[in-house]
């Protein structure tokens, strides 16, 4: 795809050296990383788990170098782990972090987050379990260049991983299940977001939100992002609340949600379509999004209001559908080499809608395009 290459090139940097001082003996790797454990205590070596410094993450993260290593010891923490410069934060097998009753850091959230990456650059957050927060499992807001791969995020009051206002950052490996706002959220209401990935992760069961959310919120732009390789199933099953496999989607007029790649995802069994665009009023930049090479079975199990301001008139979808498009704004939109199985529409297209269709692939599809 075609901001691929720009994707991984930040990747690695970010997996291989962000935390890494080249050239560095084996004593500058020991100093550079510091343990937190429910057993710490000030004074200790602080050379592994058993003699671990510090009992608080937040403190131990304070106390690292800049480019150092948190390792925290399994046990849990009930804490908000905020990262505001560049470090690895990781958990070991157990560590776990309760964010009941947590504050947010940013005011106009209503709740706090698991942990927070603010404002900060080459960051890694990986192999933790992240339960009961108010808003999101793991935030990464107005940052770039940010890991967060392995972690287990369960019951959160909003989603798994949020990158927003984020850049060249990535979400790999994670399983994101039971999260009431869904399991991955690409937004912008802290800054423009882009050339963000979240790929070979699992959301499941997330039940009033999309496996992956696509989603304006301001005038500052999502672009250029790229979901691929994910298992997307049971999402948004809420009739009140119903989500998508993945969803690409703005209220917001003037908004721009363009250039952005969802491919070979494997979809199924969503209360809306298995890749939904929704381009709800006039004015919006919803261009240029593809929908390539994915596995979609049978989603659209609530059913579709679409929900489109005139000059379009909305014609919801009830039946079972694979991808649906609908748009009060003039788009494109590319869809092909999806492989579409097990549903009564294979495409559907409501509004203003110049759809590139090819090689793509029916079975048991009682109807491959609809155009309502």
């Given amino acids: 795809m075609r901001q691929v290459s720009r994707l991984l090139a930040g990747v690695v940097a970010v997996g291989a050296s962000a935390f ?69 934060l990781i958990g070991r097998h157990g560590a776990t972090i309760d964010a009941k009753g947590q504050k947010p850091i940013v005011k106009k959230l209503p709740g706090g987050s698991g942990v927070v990456v603010f404002g900060a650059r080459n960051v890694e957050v990986s192999g933790f379990t992240v339960v009961n927060a108010g808003f999101d499992a793991i935030l990464v807001a107005r940052s770039t260049r940010v890991l967060v791969s392995h972690n287990r995020l369960m019951h959160n009051g909003n989603v798994g991983v949020d990158f927003n206002g984020t850049s060249d950052s990535l979400a790999t490996h994670n399983m994101s299940e039971f999260n009431k706002g869904g399991g991955f959220l690409i937004a912008d209401d802290l800054g423009p977001t882009h050339f963000d990935a979240v790929t070979w992760n699992t959301a499941r069961r997330n039940p009033d939100g999309c496996g992956v959310i696509i989603a304006g919120h301001s005038t500052s732009g999502v672009w250029g992002n790229y979901v691929a390789h994910n298992l997307l199933t049971f999402n948004g ?11 690409i989607a703005t209220e917001v007029k003037g908004e721009r949600v363009s250039g952005n790649d969802v491919a070979h995802n494997v979809i199924y069994g969503n209360g809306l379509a298995g890749v939904t665009i929704h381009s709800h009023v006039p004015g919006q930049h919803m261009s240029g999004n593809q929908i390539v090479g994915n596995d979609i079975g049978r989603n659209n199990l609530v059913g579709d209001t679409i929900g489109l301001a005139p000059p379009v008139t909305a014609h919801p979808d009830k039946r079972t559908t694979g991808i649906l498009v609908g748009a009060s704004s003039s788009i494109k939109v590319w869809i092909h080499g999806n492989y579409i199985h097990s549903n009564w529409f294979g495409i559907y297209l409501n509004g203003r809608i110049h759809a590139h269709i090819f090689h793509n692939r029916y079975r048991h599809v009682h109807k491959r395009i609809k155009v309502a």
Avoid: F, M, W
């Avoid at 671990?52 to 925290?72: D, F, K, L, S, T």
């Avoid at 804490?79 to 470090?87: P, R």
């Avoid at 099953?237 to 969803?247: C, D, E, I, Q």
């Fill in 237 to 247: 099953l809420n009739r009140k609340v119903p989500g998508a496999g993945v969803v």
């Fill in 20 to 88: 890494t001082l080249v050239g560095a003996s084996a004593a500058d790797a020991a100093s550079s990383t510091v343990y937190v454990s429910r057993h710490g205590h000030s004074g200790a070596p602080d050379r592994s788990c058993s003699t671990a410094r510090y009992r608080h993450i937040n403190e131990a993260i304070a106390a690292a170098p800049r480019g150092g290593r948190v390792i925290v010891c399994g046990g849990t923490y009930k804490v908000q782990a905020v990262v505001t410069k560049s470090l690895a």
